[in-house]
């Protein structure tokens, strides 16, 4: 009896080991700005969405990563690829 106790402990602890955890990895980047500039065209002229994701948006956001952040904004198309391209 003392055997199957002692098994039982000894696998649930192996395998305590194994349980998830919630990553606590975080990492700060800096501010990112994005500039069109091959054509100098006024802004008035050319509809165009601009959309500015802030940090604070970004907190209030369920999203876990960028893709997820960029999937939020009106007019981005974001698709994870698998190997060689492949969806």
Not at 9 to 20: H, I, K, M, N, P
Request: proline fraction near 2%; hydrophobic fraction near 45%.
């Amino acid at each position: 009896m003392i055997k199957y106790l002692l098994l039982f402990l000894f696998t649930s602890l192996v395998f305590q080991g194994f349980a998830q955890t919630q990553d606590s990895l975080s990492v700060n980047l800096s501010e990112i700005v994005v500039q069109e500039n091959r054509m100098a065209l006024p802004f008035s002229t050319h509809s165009r969405s601009i959309e500015i994701i802030t940090a604070d948006k970004i907190q209030r956001s369920p999203a876990i990563s960028v893709a997820e952040v960029l999937r939020y904004a009106a007019g981005v198309d974001i698709r994870q690829r698998g190997a060689h391209g492949v969806q």
